[in-house]
Antibody, heavy 117, light 108 residues
Framework: EVQLVESGGDLVQPGGSLRLSCAASGFIFSNYWMDWVRQAPGKGLVWVSRINSDGSSTIYADSVKDRFAISRDNAKNTLYLQMNSLRAEDTAIYYC??????????WGQGTLVTVSS | SSELTQDPAVSVALGQTVRITCQGDSLRSYYATWYQQKPGQAPVVVIYNKDNRPSGIPDRFSGSSSGNTASLIITGAQAEDEADYYCNSRDSTGNHVVFGGGTKLTVL
């Protein structure tokens, strides 16, 4: 059974940093591209970032580029999102998602990041 | 702002058919995927590659596409279909993923 379990969400002050993790199981993690998608409270889904299967290629939404960094450790079956210079508008549930090319087929349950003073 | 446009809310009578649409120029080049999200839950794929259903998704869900518009069709809507529905695809450059703003479906 495919499982994606996010962790690391917390309350952080504006300008602060946070690292999210996503533990993957039930599939060969190193074979898949992975994404982060976020959802602000009461709002819609927004794609954040994507990483290819071996971690050599990454891409970001304009709203997080130069502040966020996606990475992965295939030996640990874990996806990461390093978030720096956090802003109030980054407050959201962050979902770890398995990307099968044309769509995202499995989603974690998400981890909540709150940016507030 | 989203490059994919959805109606914010749609309603349907129980057992009737409803069409939820998603418009965007990138849909002329890329397939749409449709996700269903119920309150407090993660999204679930209901249609991918325009008109394919994952296993476990009822066959009352179908998809279609024409020009710059993709559609999710629910034939014989059930109470449990009440949810938010999101389309997504690539943006016009093909590099980024974009989501529509979502459609809240109410089953009356």
């Amino acid at each position: 059974e495919v499982q994606l379990v996010e962790s690391g969400g917390d309350l952080v002050q504006p300008g602060g940093s946070l690292r999210l993790s996503c533990a993957a199981s039930g599939f060969i993690f190193s074979n898949y591209w992975m994404d982060w998608v976020r959802q602000a409270p009461g709002k819609g889904l927004v794609w954040v970032s994507r990483i290819n299967s071996d971690g050599s290629s990454t891409i970001y939404a304009d709203s997080v580029k130069d502040r966020f960094a996606i990475s992965r450790d295939n030996a640990k079956n874990t996806l990461y999102l390093q978030m720096n210079s956090l802003r109030a508008e980054d407050t959201a549930i962050y979902y770890c998602v398995r990307d099968v090319g044309d769509f995202d087929d499995y989603w974690g349950q998400g981890t909540l990041v709150t940016v507030s003073s | 702002s989203s490059e994919l446009t959805q109606d914010p809310a749609v309603s349907v009578a129980l057992g009737q058919t409803v069409r939820i649409t998603c418009q965007g120029d990138s849909l002329r080049s890329y397939y749409a995927t449709w996700y269903q999200q119920k309150p407090g839950q993660a999204p679930v794929v209901v249609i991918y590659n325009k008109d394919n259903r994952p296993s476990g998704i009822p066959d009352r869900f179908s998809g279609s596409s024409s020009g710059n518009t993709a559609s999710l069709i629910i034939t014989g809507a059930q109470a449990e279909d009440e949810a938010d529905y999101y389309c997504n695809s690539r943006d016009s450059t093909g590099n980024h993923v974009v989501f529509g703003g979502g459609t809240k479906l109410t089953v009356l």
